[in-house]
């Protein structure tokens, strides 16, 4: 009993370690590849705050597949709406009201 304990702690705390590599790297993969960025975090807010007519929330950095975009989250009439900004033209690439936000029950 005791070895299966003792197994079960080895491979979470393993598994810790791994998830906590993985998700540093990913961060670092984000800090380099904002250098190439034209537009700046403020600028993706204020063009997300201009398009759909609210206030911002929540704006980060995303590099996915080969593509990084400002994800900007901005409330209006009590909706979030999830706004894509690329970051070398400025461009709204998409936007999209976030029904499954884990914030949208507080606003």
Known sequence: MKSKFYLTTAAV???AV????YAEKSMEKDSLSIDDTKVSMAQA???AEQYVGGKAVHAEYEHHKDRSTFDVE???DK???KV???PTSGKVLS???DKDDEHHKAY
């Open 18 to 21: 791994m998830s906590s590599a």
């Open 84 to 86: 894509k900004i690329d």
């Open 79 to 81: 909706k979030i709406i």
């Open 45 to 47: 807010v204020t063009t």
């Open 95 to 97: 936007s999209f009201e």
């Open 13 to 15: 705390l393993c598994a």
């Open 74 to 76: 901005v409330v209006k």
